[in-house]
């Protein structure tokens, strides 16, 4: 045997997971246009709302603090979905076979993944929020409910990268991972993030009002803007929850499944 | 000596196609053996059912003593997979690869670290090593990705199709980089569907042909197996028209050229030299072929 000295043994699930969020963080910070888009479109977005749409929308000209709310979970189901396009790659490149041999749950490697997007995520959501103070955003909320409303835009991204890692997963290569994840970013349209649901046709209202993004993007509109948000909130953890235990569920099925045939 | 791989009876199926039809294989340890095979002849299924990437339909598999479905950790202990595709991770640099996988392995940080730095030099990888491995050339791949295999020792080395696709300079260094495995007394298996490198490298060569092992043994057994001496007629530019396989001996030859010289122009040349594995490979495969030819007449 060569060296001796280097005697190979299982390392501790720590190690593990810290392998993996370094390595994903590496994947995210080396991919620049992936990380530009996920910041510079929902800012974009943002414009385009307040200064474009935001005057037909709400004449009062305080618009801007009305859709803040809902371009944050956008700029969160933009900055997650490239997720499900780094599972895919993963799972169609050599290296997953590579991870599979060694001594390790490999299955870590998707808490790696979603480490990465959840830190991208923030990063991207306290860049939103800079720019909508720049715009005109004039939250009021107290030490507690930012951090809250911070809890819930985690759990918010969390779950929805969960749901993309799944995704990944699904789809038979980048491309299509990339493809199935386009359907999930119309949710926010159908939701409270840019005109109250009351102005929407009655059958449209039913949707908007009982899917999942609305409740969350009510809970961080009273959060950060005032009024109260318990029953929004209530709705919203639920939700959260709800997904991100079936997502990671989910995730776990088909990685077993998945990752031995390629 | 133990044996390396046992497997017995060993079936796998991906829908309706039967990939793998009652493979059995003993591979004692040490040395380099090559697992030949055309393309779609079952040799990467093999290869991940033994590395544990892949579970059996059917059949025994031990792998350095340990059965790879029930003693999961101990057989990953034993191995280390090189696949067909360089399972390098393409958006870090050479050392980042190396390091991330010592710690895989259980190494300590520092331990890591300096085995990277070893490997990098060891593989002729100095001037990459802090580069991205995105930007390497097919057979610095490679090197990297066998580096990777090697990180901590493992008494069995996995090497699916290690030169596909790359050059002769490059598959001539892959070649002395598994030599000096086996020469460290690890035992290599290799597959490939080139008959040089079976020939050059192997100490024992199996032939898989549609999912069946149809031969094995050392390359001068396999040879011997079509036959002592090939003669080789040649046509008047000097090619190769026919072969036709003696035993070697002063009757068998002179039968055979006197059966050429009422068929072949007089003044034809003959050639006399050694079977190639590429006669070994051919004459086993096409009696496989008309034995399951004949078993579906039967049928």
Redesign the interface.
Known sequence: ???????????SFF??NA?FI??SI??SL??VETMIMAIVLPVMLMLLFTYVFGGAIDTSGNYVNYVVPGIILLCAGFGSSSTAVDVASDMK????????????HSWCLMTGHVTASLLRNLLATGIVILAALLVGFTPHADVWEWLAALGIISLFILAITWLYAAIGLVAGSPAAASGYGFALLFLPYLSSAFVATDTMPSWLQGVAEHQPITPVIETIRSLLLGGAADEHAWFAIGWCLLILIGAVIWCTWLYNRRA??R | MGLAIEVKGLYKR?GSHEVLKGMDLSVAEGGVFALLGPNGAGKTTFI?IL?????ADRGIVRVAGYDVTMEK?RV??S???T??????????TGT?NLR????????SAA?AAA?ATELISQFDLEAAGGK?VGTYSGGMRRRLDLA?S??????IVFLDEPTTGLDTRSRRSLWDSIQALAS???TVILTTQYLEEADQLADRIAVIHEGRIVASGTPAELKARIGEEVIELLNEEGEVSHTLTTDGTITSIQDQLLMLAQQAPPNARVRLRSPSMDDVFLALTESADSNSNKEAKRA
């Open positions: 045997m060569t060296k001796p000295a280097y005697e190979g043994k299982q390392p190690t593990t392998e370094v390595r590496r994947h080396r991919n490149n050599g290296i997953i076979d590579r991870f599979r041999t060694l001594p390790i031995g045939r | 991906y991940h590395a544990g990437l892949l579970r950790l990953k202990m191995i280390s997979l696949g067909q595709f360089a399972a390098v991770d393409d958006m870090l980042e991330m996988l010592g710690r895989l392995n259980g190494l331990q085995r991205r990777s090697l990180i901590v020792p493992r008494p460290q007394g690890i």
